[in-house]
């Protein structure tokens, strides 16, 4: 069974930073050849991509984190990060990764509070 456990998260004031991460179990690194992406959820709405990676490279965030937030991955640690900056108070939410064309199970997310 393929384990995803996101951490990191936390208490922040705005304008704060937290680095997530994501550690992906039962694969090899081989399994970072694919997209990846890093979800937020928040009461009463679905789950939000909020960044992701992508073929050659690259990555793509949305408008409401670009800019601050940026993906990353670590094939010696098979992991996925999730490093955030300049914090607002309405990117509170619980944050999840996952591939993002064949999605695994999820995790058990990691709970991010910013505070105005």
């Known amino acids: 069974q393929v384990h995803l456990m996101e951490s990191g998260g936390g208490l922040v004031q705005a304008g704060g930073s937290l680095k997530l991460s994501c550690a992906i179990s039962?694969?090899?690194?081989?399994?970072?050849?694919?997209?990846w992406g890093w979800y937020r959820q928040t009461p009463g709405k679905q789950r939000e991509l909020v960044a992701n990676?992508?073929?050659?490279?690259?990555?793509y965030y949305s408008d409401s984190v670009k800019g601050r937030f940026t993906i990353a991955t670590d094939s010696v640690k098979t992991m996925v990060y999730l490093e955030m900056d300049s914090l607002k108070p309405e990117d509170t939410g619980v944050y999840y990764c996952?591939?993002?064309?064949?999605?695994?199970?999820w995790g058990q997310g990691t709970q991010v509070t910013v505070s105005s």
């Open positions: 996952n591939m993002l064309h064949w999605p695994l199970s």
């Open positions: 039962q694969f090899t690194s081989e399994i970072l050849n694919w997209d």
């Open positions: 990676t992508a073929s050659g490279g690259k990555t």
